[in-house]
């Protein structure tokens, strides 16, 4: 994915000035700013949901896109989502999907109607939606709220099993988690990127 001089901005306050960044394959990258900064803003231009005012943002491949609020409904059952998308995404099934569940122990709330689950438990719904067509590149909002230590920890490596396939990934956060994790790291700030090294959380 190129990004290249992208600007956006809300009447005179403009959130985004100018962006220019690369995500390889193969890299797991992070973005960290304050609430507010744009973070949500950029991954909606990202992810084509938001044109951005001036500039490109330029892929040719398959993405995910993990936003920050959870879109569920609330009276279908985890299963019943994975079908919808498989349907909608053209899978022949829903292998991968199972394969992230298991990563994640989402298994076990396969017949669990999405508005009896807990926070976490529905963003881990969530994060299977966005990976369920095995993307190219995994756009992530505050991917890990609501998470426990331990579905905090698979994560990880899920995202490291993604990266070392050749995926992109992108975490976006307000604080730099297990900032050592990642191979590159950006801070937000002033509707500008500038690169960061152990940013502390």
């Not at 992070?30 to 938001?50: F, P, Q």
Request: glycine letters at 10%.
């Amino acid at each position: 994915m190129e990004v290249r001089d992208v600007w956006h901005a809300y009447g005179h306050r403009e959130v985004l000035r100018g962006l220019d960044f690369d995500l390889r394959p193969g890299v797991l990258a992070g973005i960290v700013g304050e609430n507010g900064a744009g973070k949500s803003t950029l991954l909606k231009i990202l992810s084509g949901e938001l044109r951005p005012q001036r500039g490109t943002v330029c892929h040719g491949c398959r993405f995910g896109y993990c936003p920050q609020d959870v879109v569920l409904n609330d009276v279908l059952t985890v299963g019943q989502h994975l079908e919808f998308f498989r349907v909608a995404r053209g899978l022949p099934d829903l292998r991968h999907a199972r394969e992230v569940m298991e990563a994640l122990r989402l298994t076990e709330y396969a017949d669990e109607r999405a508005g009896l689950l807990s926070g976490g438990t529905r963003q881990k719904l969530n994060l299977t939606l966005a990976l369920m067509h095995d993307p190219q590149v995994l756009l992530l909002d505050e991917p890990y709220q609501g998470f426990d230590w331990d579905t905090y920890q698979r994560f990880w490596d899920l995202a490291a099993r993604l990266r070392g396939a050749g995926r992109s990934v992108l975490v976006v956060s307000h604080l730099a988690y297990d900032a050592e994790r990642l191979d590159e790291l950006w801070r937000l700030q002033g509707g500008v990127l500038h690169p960061a090294t152990g940013v502390p959380a």
